[in-house]
């Protein structure tokens, strides 16, 4: 099929080989031509994903788990078999523990809700890094109100990185009920040693929730060996659709919870003196759920299995290497989490220019960046600065796209009058 | 250096010289009419400070904050162009400035605009719209004798 799989290195012919799959990346804007910096917000989707999607629409639309006739099972198997492909390409044991959620944000609120309102009760700690997306922040924070818990913060290293050392005392603590972690931060591009973080917590009895958004579309998870007890993501950061997000939970976990949301097909009967509940997964599924959604994250996870994720996960890093070299050639540049296990993502500022005015000349340019907090309120006061331009790559960036970004900040400092 | 039409329109030489050097960049103590100003979608604020008069006309007007080039400048150039006017006046501008800015007026159509017609640009840019707009509602606000607004 390609050279990728015998040789060690991927060719810039493989890249732009990949590249065809993605028609949005053909476009041109201001009548340059886009490079898409800005996956971390999301990522494009390849016209393999596209056309299941469209093809679903076309052909075998219905509702699931409801009709006698051919069209609702066929959009059933489909619905189902996007299910089988996410246990597979997360390494969950059992179907029962891939809930279908609208994203990542909503994956969370479910267990902050269905989880935590049985699990934590007032005094309890909750521990929530300082890096967190503010998915991870705000549904602990209306539990904590709800319940009178606590939440404490994991600090963060200067780096960006997390500090491990802080992190082993404050789960010393006896009231710890719930350590909520990224596997890698959107706004610094840290990866998360999670694999300890559960290690630690499972050992003191605590349960952890990881989100995942940031670390799927970038290497391979596998949620066995990382030992998370929930592990949440979204499809539009991994080549899939908006509106579709899995949430993994361990099953022993799904089966104590209660339900989140309450409507059709998250019930077994229902009179109006007594309702029994469906089994997992669907306990958590109300309503009819993104059947066209789910069907395209499964497209997605089979596009991603055909490529190469290792070399491309490789081929990412030198990517990030030439970005961050590139970046220190900027009069002013101050790049904004430097950890030493970083995914393709740049954080930056540049000393006197507001990021949203870099946005606005890099979108004049062609490149397309995103400024300001990146929902990490958090993380910019961590750092005492406003707000940052981040750029965020994919398997399918260039280095040529990177010198495109280059010769456009320059461009931003020059205007500015920037010097070192 | 080459730049897209699009950025040279908007980033005029003067509005990078007032964000470079900002006028009337400074509290006043004793104000009459006061607001803070505030974009929650970027996270910029301003704070306008403004003495009035017995005859309703503005005689001192400052400004404090931080933002991008767009909001310092269209900050900087309203403390300029409102000192000395009545607050009608003032309010005029400030209804002209915006739908100016918004794109429903042409900047000519309007001889008072003149001076502030280099900020026409972002009508093209609905994002940074309210980047240049945010000085001017806040001095509305402080006319109103509002003391806090937020532009979403």
Redesign the interface.
Known sequence: MNDSITKSKVTPARILEIRRDFPVLERTI???PLAYLDNAASTQMPRQVIETVSAYHSFHHSNVHRGVHQLSQEATDLYEGAREKLRCFVGASSLKEIIFTSGTTDAINLIAHSWGGMNVAKDDVILISNMEHHANIVPWYMLAKRTGAQIQVIPILDDGSLDMNRFSELIQQPNVKAVCVNHVSNALGSVNPVEEVCRMSREKGIRTVIDGAQAIGHFPVDVRSIGADFYAFSGHKMHGPTGIGVLYGRQELLEEMGPYKGGGDMILSVSFDNISWNELPYKFEAGTPPISQAVGLGAAVDYLNGLDRQLLSSYEDELLAYTTRRLMEIPGMQLVGTAAKKVSLNSFVIKG?????IG??LD??GVAVRT??HCAEPVMDRFCI??TTRASMAFYNTFEEIDQLTDALL?VT????VTD | ????N??KN??QEVI?DH??SPRNYRAIEFPTHFAKGHNP???DKLDVYLIVDGEDVVQDVSFVG?????SKASASIMTTIVKGKSVDEAKELFTGFHEMATGKIEPSEDPKLRRLQVFAGVKD?PA?VK?ATLAWHTLDAALRNKQEISTE
Not at chain 1, 414 to 417: A, N, P, Q, S, Y
Not at chain 2, 1 to 4: D, I
Not at chain 2, 66 to 70: E, F, R, S, T, Y
Request: charged letters at 25%; one cysteine or more; hydrophobic letters at 35%.
């Open positions: 201001q009548d340059k220019v507001h990021p949203h005015d606005t000349i004049g340019e300001g907090q406003p707000a461009k020059e205007l500015f009058d | 250096m080459l730049l897209t699009r950025s908007l980033y990078l964000n470079k979608l970027c996270g931080d933002g991008c080039a767009i840019l940074r980047c």
